[in-house]
């Protein structure tokens, strides 16, 4: 019996990770030009590695997405010569981390080697397939940096138990170099530890102090090579550029759309037509809030019933997962009522917060149900990989005509401006 569960599951993870392929690389050739957040980013991580230099026609030196966000792309483009290799690089090495992360995660949850690379691979075939896919799930092949960095934290939560001062130098590459607006999450992560040490506060002060250290690593290491490859002038430069940048962001204020904290406000910049969110589908505004405000809830339900001694979990887990539902709220409040023009991007680190969140409990719930659930997950594989089937069936893996991502095999050409490309 235990062979043909084994049998079973490793024909799971090969037909749903192909399937996954086959829509990937449909979204990698047919996904239409991406504003110039894209083709920006892959010039900036190009220019790196070829020449030291992270700067890019739109933004300068200066960078919204980093070097640990984007370095896939420059492998793909190195590679083939073509937004279209970049693009697959960055969708396989995403594919790859999320992989290694959810191996890790099970595993020390106390799956299986099989069940623990199993896991992973389908929830990976659910968040990616239409109608229950990720809102904005195909961001990373857009190389904006947001599933990268949130990987990344992902590595530095697992580390942080054995590990924390190695854990502070994924943190500070997922903020210095991957997504500045993803701190909260970073600061929601590291208050969680210290908070459920019960540390005096001579301890808690140098401990933050270290951590701090640690942090700013990744920093330092950046502002000694932009010394080193430039002069001090380039390190005040980068400073300007970036302050610049996050000052004049159209997130926080646009004239016109109202902002509070009020239902009425609400109720306007929900029904605004400048605002993304009325022209959502009705299935990707419930995800949005199930991910977001449902991962508050679940993590409500999850910490009483470790209270209650029902599930089991550790007391740095509980205070992690208790102040990263705090930091959904907060993202989710200043995506609701502030960010001006609610961008679903902007709203991702909430997103993949509870996405993760659900996993977690979800992980928890399983490992101590007394009732035998493995027949309920062999059936919802089977559901996923028909699911993923029907999509795949919808589309051919490559488009005949030339599509965007093909045909742009020059940075810094009118065939990859996404403003003029026809």
């Excluded at 290799?85 to 106390?110: D, H, I, K, T």
């Excluded at 659910?126 to 940096?145: K, N, Q, V």
């Excluded at 029904?271 to 959502?280: K, L, R, T």
């Excluded at 917060?353 to 062999?378: M, Q």
């Amino acid at each position: 019996m235990k062979s043909l569960s084994t049998c079973f599951l490793i024909l799971v993870i090969i037909v749903s990770s192909l399937l996954s392929w086959h829509n990937m690389i449909y979204q990698v050739d047919t996904l239409s030009p991406f504003y110039t957040d894209e083709v920006a980013n892959v010039q900036a991580i190009v220019s790196f590695l070829s020449k030291g230099a992270y700067i890019s026609d739109r933004y300068g030196p200066l960078y919204s997405s980093g070097i640990a966000a984007t370095w896939p792309s420059a492998i793909g483009w190195f590679i083939g010569h073509s937004l279209f290799a970049s693009r697959l690089a960055a969708a396989f090495f995403c594919w790859l981390l999320a992989l290694v992360l959810g191996y890790w995660f099970f595993r020390r949850n106390g799956y299986g080697p099989i069940e623990s690379i199993a896991a992973p691979v389908c929830i990976w075939g659910l968040s990616i397939t239409a109608p229950l896919a990720i809102p904005y799930w195909f961001g990373f092949m857009y190389t904006l940096g947001e599933l990268n960095t949130v990987i990344l934290i992902g590595f530095g939560i697992l580390l942080l138990s054995r590990h924390p001062l190695l854990s502070m130098i994924f943190f500070g590459l997922a903020f210095w170099h991957g997504k500045f607006s993803f701190f909260l999450l970073v600061t929601a992560v590291v208050l969680g530890d210290i908070l459920s040490q019960r540390l005096s506060m001579q301890r808690i002060m140098h401990r933050l102090l270290k951590y701090g250290i640690f942090f700013s690593m990744p920093l330092i290491i950046w502002l000694v090579w932009l010394c080193l490859r430039f002069d001090l002038a380039m390190i005040k430069q980068w400073f300007a550029y970036t302050w610049q940048w996050v000052d004049h962001n159209p997130s926080f204020y646009v004239e016109g759309i109202p902002s509070g904290f009020s239902w009425d406000v609400l109720k306007q910049r929900l029904s605004s037509p400048y605002c993304e969110w009325a022209g959502y589908t009705l299935g990707t505004k419930i995800k949005d809030l199930f991910l977001t405000l449902g991962a508050i809830g679940v993590t409500f339900v999850g910490l009483n019933l470790a209270k209650r001694k029902i599930i089991t979990i550790s007391e740095r887990e509980k205070w992690i997962s208790a102040m990263l539902a705090f930091s959904i709220l907060f993202y989710s409040s200043f995506y609701f009522f502030i960010h001006s023009v609610m961008w679903q991007r902007h709203l991702q680190a909430a997103v993949y917060a509870g996405f993760g969140l659900f996993i977690f409990w979800g992980s928890k719930w399983a490992r101590s149900c007394s009732y035998n659930l493995r027949w309920f997950f062999y059936a919802a594989a089977v559901l996923l990989i028909v699911l993923q089937a029907v999509s795949s069936a919808k589309h051919p893996i490559f488009q005949h005509q030339i599509t965007y991502s093909r045909s742009c095999t020059d940075l810094y050409s009118s065939k990859c401006d996404p403003t003029i490309y026809k």
